[in-house]
Structures are given as structure tokens and as C-alpha cells.
């Protein structure tokens, strides 16, 4: 990837493509496909910044994250032949966390 920091509370996110599934031998072209709505956060800004003390509020998100976000969120852009989507924290709706860190959590109850 490029070297590019996004700015303030921004994040970039590379989409993760859904394995293809052929059910009943039918198989959708890429064009009829909906683009996935998963991706990895990439790079994080600094987080956004009080106006009252100028300090940075850091970003829950952080790199190497999987995240869920709306079907419409984010700006799409093309850096050295591949797409990523760049975007505000607040247009993430979740971090998915892998089942066995919350399995390993669990036991220790």
C-alpha cells in the first residue's frame, strides 16, 4: 500500500471479499454481486480533536481490525491498483472479534 495517514478520525479500510458460493448450480456474475460491507482497517488517524484543550480523543478502531460498516460508508479510492475505503469512525457499526479470543476470555471465569 501507498504510505497515506488518514487525518483526524478518519480510517482506511480494505474491503474482504466473501468466498463465492454456488448453491443449486447457479452461479451470480461479479456484477450482480453486492460489495461486502466486512473489511481490515488498514491505517488509523490520530483521533478527533477537542476544540476546547486542541488534545486528540484516540480511535476505538485500530489496525489490523475486522469491522462491519453501512452499505454506504466511506469514500471508495484506487491507491497502487487496489480499492480501499476511506472513512469517519463513526461510520463503522462494529469490530468483529475472533471466537477463540472470546472463547479464551471466557474460560477464565
Do not use: C, W
Not at 52 to 64: A, C, F, N
Amino acid at each position: 500500500m501507498a504510505n497515506i495517514r488518514p487525518l483526524h478520525d478518519r480510517v482506511i479500510i480494505r474491503r474482504i471479499e466473501e468466498q463465492a458460493q454456488i448453491r443449486g448450480g447457479i452461479i451470480i456474475p461479479d456484477s450482480a454481486k453486492e460489495k461486502p460491507q466486512e473489511g481490515e482497517v488498514i491505517a488509523v488517524g490520530k483521533g478527533k480533536k477537542k476544540e476546547s484543550t486542541g488534545e486528540y480523543i484516540p480511535l476505538d478502531v485500530q489496525e489490523g481490525d475486522r469491522v462491519l460498516f453501512g452499505k454506504y460508508a466511506g469514500n471508495e479510492v484506487k491507491l497502487d491498483d487496489e480499492e480501499y475505503l476511506i472513512m469517519r469512525e463513526d461510520d463503522i457499526l462494529g469490530v468483529i472479534e475472533r471466537a477463540e479470543i472470546s472463547k479464551a476470555k471466557g474460560k477464565g471465569k
